[in-house]
């Protein structure tokens, strides 16, 4: 039992556990009842209901441990077997707001549904990343895929009055990441800082850059990740409803700061997050040529973008 800790360090079992009634505790209990519904964990559900009983973030994660590692390649060509049967339950479309202050933001294809600001600042969502479209809408930022921020990159120097506040660079498992070559690049064209964010499958953030550009703050209400030996991040989202998969192996290596940051945050931070060596998975949407997207995403965000698009 004792090697099998070596999956969690400490900075994942952290001193003041959760209660029950906390919102980490409240999402893991749904997150199960999700993956009881979906055929892959069929035959896991004993397990699954002694979950369901740990109040503490370390019982979950000792939980966790009497759970099936689920392999990238396997997530993404069974997906079916991780998605839930059709209850009635109406789709709780959880909007994804991309940035926290009021601003206007201008979302390029994103693989999930993003909301207006928490204030009701403007996000509207671009289908393409076309520089003189955006203009237009005059955002004070901008956030997509890296794929899609890097198209725009190419479009030359940035003109735009008023000026353009950052750049979000969305992230997910499966997506490109933001490597420092882009990142300054975007920096030549744009002008402005690029703050990273690593999604979810349904859009829900899993951790995000700072203004210190120090790592990504890990959200402990909505994920529980695990570390390999090998230093792969296996992924738990405790948001993520639709297509319920426990302890995915995310192709993503990163080690873990439990330092407080310089933007006064405490909480843990990945760091020098990567793929692993091995080919990554970029799965495209239909509809669009720079259209990072995931398999079991994209029907729905296909949907999301075409009403907002109708809509406008
Ligand atoms: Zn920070």
Redesign the pocket.
């Known amino acids: 039992m004792n090697s099998l800790w070596s999956y969690f360090p400490r900075w994942m079992r952290p001193p003041g556990a959760s209660t029950q009634a906390s919102p980490a505790a409240e999402r893991w209990r749904a997150t199960l009842r999700a993956a009881g519904a979906v055929p892959y964990y069929a035959k896991w559900r004993r397990e699954l209901n002694r979950a369901a009983h740990a109040a503490s973030d370390e019982e979950r994660r000792t939980a966790l441990l009497r759970l099936p590692e689920v392999e990238l390649d396997y997530f993404f060509s069974h997906f079916r077997q991780f998605k839930g049967k059709e209850n009635g339950a109406p789709l709780v479309r959880e909007s994804r707001t991309v940035w926290a202050a009021e601003c206007r933001v201008a979302v390029i294809a994103p693989w999930f549904h993003v909301g207006g600001g928490p204030m009701g600042g403007a996000a509207r969502l671009f289908l393409a990343p076309e520089a003189a479209e955006l203009q237009k809408f005059a955002p004070e930022v901008i956030a997509a895929p890296v794929d899609a921020l890097e198209k725009l990159a190419g479009q030359g120097e940035w003109r735009q009055d008023p000026p353009l506040f950052a750049v979000v660079a969305l992230c997910g498992v499966g997506t490109p990441l933001l490597t420092a070559a882009v990142r300054e690049s975007l920096w030549r064209s744009l002008g402005v800082p690029v703050y990273v964010q690593l999604r979810g499958f349904q859009g829900e953030p899993l951790a995000r ?7 990504l ?1 890990v959200e402990p209400a909505e994920v529980i990740l695990e570390r390999r030996p090998s230093g792969e991040l296996l992924l738990t989202s405790l948001a993520n409803p639709r297509h319920t998969v426990l302890r995915l192996a995310t192709r993503l290596h990163a080690w873990v700061d439990m330092r ?6 405490t ?1 843990p ?1 990945l760091m020098d997050l990567q793929p692993v060596a091995a080919q990554t998975i970029t799965y495209r949407a239909p509809a669009g040529a720079s259209l990072t997207a995931l398999a079991g995403a994209v029907e729905e965000a296909q949907t999301a973008w075409e009403q907002e698009a109708a809509e406008r």
């Open positions: 850059e700072c203004e210190a550009h120090n790592g703050h407080p940051c310089g933007c006064g945050l909480t931070r």
